[in-house]
C-alpha cells in the first residue's frame, strides 16, 4: 500500500472526504506567520551524516492509544487513490502534476497511524514518520511546502466538486533541524473543514502530525517527544 498522506493532494482528499460527510462548518485557528527554518544536516561523531533507521524502528515511535486516551479510537488504514484530483489556479502545485498525486515523492520508509476524537463527529488527527537520507527528507519537504506557500488560495477539482482551498503559514513549533507548519482552510458545497499540519526534520526522521488543528495542537508535542527520542 502506498501512503500519500504527506503529499498535499492526500491531505487535501482526505479533506474532500470530511467535507463530503460534513455538515457543519468548523471556525478558523488564528496562526501567526513565521518563516521556516533550517541548519545543516547533522552528522555523526565521526563526521559521517547518519543513515535512515531500519523500517522496524518507526512503528514503535507512533503514538498509541495509550498516549492518546480512552476518548479516541484508532482509524483503520485505507488505500485512497487520489488521481481524480487535480490543482487548477496554483502554478507551483500544478507543475508538481502527477508526481503530487501519485507519491512520487514519497519517502520508501514510513509508518502512519490516524485517530478519531470520540468528542466530535469529523474530528481526526494523524501522525506519519518518515526516515531517509538527511537530504533527501529536506529536499523532498521543502518541495511540497514552498509549492503550498506559493498560492494561498487555489482550488482542487474533485470529479465534478470543486474545492476552494486556502493556506495560510503558521508558526511551528522550535523543535528538529528543519520544521514547516500550515492551515489549509477547504470549502466546497458551502462547507468548511480545515487542516493543520506540521512537519518536523530531526536527522534521518521526518514527523507530520495533520489534522483538526485543536487535536494537532493538543498532540504535537507528546507526538515530538516520542518519535524523535530513542527507544531505551
Known amino acids: 500500500m502506498r501512503n500519500h498522506g504527506f503529499i498535499l493532494l492526500g491531505f487535501a482528499a482526505a479533506a474532500t472526504l470530511t467535507l463530503?460527510?460534513?455538515?457543519?462548518?468548523?471556525?478558523?485557528?488564528?496562526?501567526?506567520?513565521?518563516?521556516?527554518?533550517a541548519s545543516s544536516p547533522s552528522t555523526t561523531p565521526q563526521g559521517k551524516k547518519a543513515a535512515p533507521l531500519p523500517a522496524d524502528q518507526l512503528g514503535p515511535r507512533l503514538l498509541d492509544i495509550v498516549d492518546m486516551g480512552s476518548d479516541y479510537r484508532v482509524q483503520p488504514q485505507q488505500d485512497s487513490k487520489h488521481g481524480d484530483i487535480a490543482v487548477v489556479g496554483c502554478p507551483a502545485l500544478e507543475k508538481l502534476g502527477g508526481a503530487a498525486a501519485g507519491g512520487a515523492l514519497d519517502f520508501p520508509?514510513?509508518?502512519?497511524?490516524?485517530?478519531?476524537?470520540?468528542?466530535?463527529?469529523?474530528?481526526?488527527?494523524?501522525?506519519?514518520?518518515?526516515?531517509?537520507?538527511?537530504d533527501k527528507l529536506s529536499s523532498g519537504t521543502r518541495t511540497i511546502f514552498d509549492?503550498?506557500?506559493?498560492?494561498?488560495?487555489?482550488?482542487?477539482?474533485?470529479?465534478?466538486?470543486?474545492?476552494?482551498?486556502?493556506?495560510q503559514k503558521v508558526t511551528a513549533p522550535e523543535r528538529g533541524d528543519e520544521r514547516w507548519a500550515t492551515v489549509m482552510t477547504l470549502t466546497s458545497g458551502g462547507r468548511t473543514t480545515m487542516i493543520k499540519q506540521v512537519a518536523v526534520r530531526s536527522g534521518t526522521v521526518l514527523v507530520?502530525?495533520?489534522?483538526?488543528?485543536?487535536?494537532?495542537?493538543?498532540?504535537?508535542?507528546?507526538?515530538?517527544?516520542?518519535?524523535l527520542t530513542p527507544a531505551t
Open 109 to 134: 520508509t514510513q509508518a502512519k497511524v490516524t485517530f478519531a476524537y470520540s468528542g466530535s463527529a469529523d474530528s481526526e488527527v494523524a501522525e506519519e514518520i518518515y526516515t531517509d537520507t538527511e
Open 208 to 227: 507530520v502530525v495533520s489534522g483538526s488543528p485543536g487535536l494537532v495542537d493538543t498532540h504535537l508535542g507528546k507526538a515530538l517527544d516520542k518519535a
Open 147 to 167: 509549492a503550498m506557500a506559493a498560492c494561498p488560495k487555489y482550488q482542487l477539482a474533485s470529479g465534478s466538486t470543486p474545492i476552494d482551498v486556502t493556506t
Open 20 to 37: 463530503a460527510a460534513c455538515s457543519t462548518g468548523s471556525t478558523p485557528e488564528p496562526g501567526s506567520s513565521g518563516p521556516r527554518q
